[in-house]
């Protein structure tokens, strides 16, 4: 595999644990480290004895989501709209290539999981939380719309009520309502959480691996039958929606750490 800048990877027999460090103090998803992120899942699709994967942040936080200064960075950058919607592509590509791994995909969860993070983790299998652990799709707030064609996923994990709760409410959720909502599958404690999928990950290579892959595939066909029909357009509601007043107030507001004034516009 290539040569990782934010990225550490380790391999233990057939059960590879991926942690990913952004530098900054929330670990902010960047367009950099999406790219690398995206290049992974794919390497990770075309070998063949890998049979669990656990995806995780870093010790104390997972993450707080895609990096707002990129986001503002690529509204007031001077490019085309077509130039726009392909940047805007990444995100969604990371989550599809991370969904489309047939190995066991694991999340482990410290501290907080916001945004595109949970995009990212819904795309994968499980969910393995700390018991103080956080979960919050902010997007709304800001102004914008949750994309990267999560909301899909999201719906499936806990039905449509619960989705727009957690989209429309935009509030963090602690690990033990998520664990009730079937958001994260297992909780544990701080600290203890890299350990925990690790070793369901391990349970699962020792399974036979091709049937494991066969079942996933069954799953995931039937769940997300209609979800690109869903969501297809979320990149483009995602630039509509960034460029409203709104998204503009929402950011400025986040950035000043005050109330943000919505108008509508």
Same mark, same amino acid.
């Given at each position: 595999?290539?040569? @990782?800048?934010?990225?550490?990877?380790?391999?233990?027999?057939?059960?590879?644990?991926?942690?990913?460090?952004?530098?900054?103090?929330?670990?902010?998803? !960047?367009?950099?480290?999406?790219?690398?992120?995206?290049?992974?899942?794919?390497?990770?699709?075309?070998?063949?004895?890998?049979?669990?994967?656990?995806?995780? $942040?870093?010790?104390?936080?997972?993450?707080?989501?895609?990096?707002?200064?990129? #986001?503002?960075?690529?509204?007031?950058?001077?490019? !085309?709209?077509?130039?726009?919607?392909?940047?805007?592509?990444?995100?969604?590509?990371?989550?599809?290539? @991370?969904?489309?791994?047939?190995?066991?995909?694991?999340?482990?969860?410290?501290?907080?999981?916001?945004? $595109?993070?949970?995009?990212?983790?819904?795309?994968?299998? @499980?969910?393995?939380?700390?018991?103080?652990?956080?979960?919050?799709?902010?997007?709304?707030?800001?102004?914008?719309?949750?994309?990267?064609?999560?909301?899909?996923?999201?719906?499936?994990?806990?039905?449509?009520?619960?989705?727009?709760?957690?989209? #429309?409410?935009?509030?963090?959720?602690?690990? $033990?309502?998520?664990?009730?909502? %079937?958001?994260?599958?297992?909780?544990?404690?701080?600290?203890?959480?890299?350990?925990?999928?690790?070793?369901?990950?391990?349970?699962?290579? %020792?399974?036979?691996?091709?049937? #494991?892959?066969?079942? *996933?595939?069954? #799953?995931?066909?039937?769940?997300?039958?209609?979800?690109?029909?869903?969501?297809?357009?979320?990149?483009?509601?995602?630039?509509?929606?960034?460029? !409203?007043?709104?998204?503009?107030? %929402?950011? *400025?507001?986040?950035?000043?750490?005050?109330?943000?004034?919505?108008?509508?516009?």
């Amino acid at each position: 595999m290539a040569d @990782w800048k934010f990225l550490a990877l380790e391999r233990r027999e057939h059960v590879l644990t991926v942690a990913f460090d952004a530098g900054g103090p929330v670990n902010a998803l !960047s367009f950099a480290v999406l790219e690398e992120l995206e290049t992974l899942a794919r390497d990770i699709a075309r070998d063949s004895d890998v049979r669990a994967v656990v995806l995780t $942040g870093r010790a104390h936080t997972f993450t707080g989501g895609m990096d707002l200064e990129s #986001v503002a960075a690529l509204a007031d950058a001077d490019l !085309s709209l077509a130039e726009r919607r392909t940047r805007l592509k990444l995100g969604p590509a990371v989550c599809a290539a @991370w969904e489309a791994v047939e190995a066991i995909t694991i999340v482990a969860i410290e501290g907080w999981c916001v945004g $595109g993070g949970l995009a990212l983790a819904a795309s994968c299998d @499980w969910r393995v939380a700390a018991e103080d652990a956080h979960l919050y799709v902010p997007e709304l707030r800001l102004g914008m719309n949750m994309s990267w064609q999560s909301v899909p996923r999201l719906t499936n994990l806990v039905g449509p009520a619960r989705a727009k709760q957690l989209l #429309v409410l935009a509030e963090p959720l602690r690990a $033990g309502i998520a664990l009730d909502w %079937g958001l994260v599958d297992r909780l544990a404690a701080p600290g203890r959480v890299r350990a925990e999928a690790e070793a369901l990950a391990r349970q699962v290579a %020792g399974m036979p691996p091709v049937p #494991v892959r066969m079942a *996933k595939r069954a #799953v995931d066909a039937y769940a997300n039958a209609l979800a690109s029909t869903a969501s297809f357009m979320d990149a483009d509601q995602f630039l509509l929606a960034s460029a !409203s007043e709104d998204a503009s107030e %929402g950011l *400025k507001a986040f950035f000043e750490k005050r109330a943000p004034d919505f108008t509508g516009r």
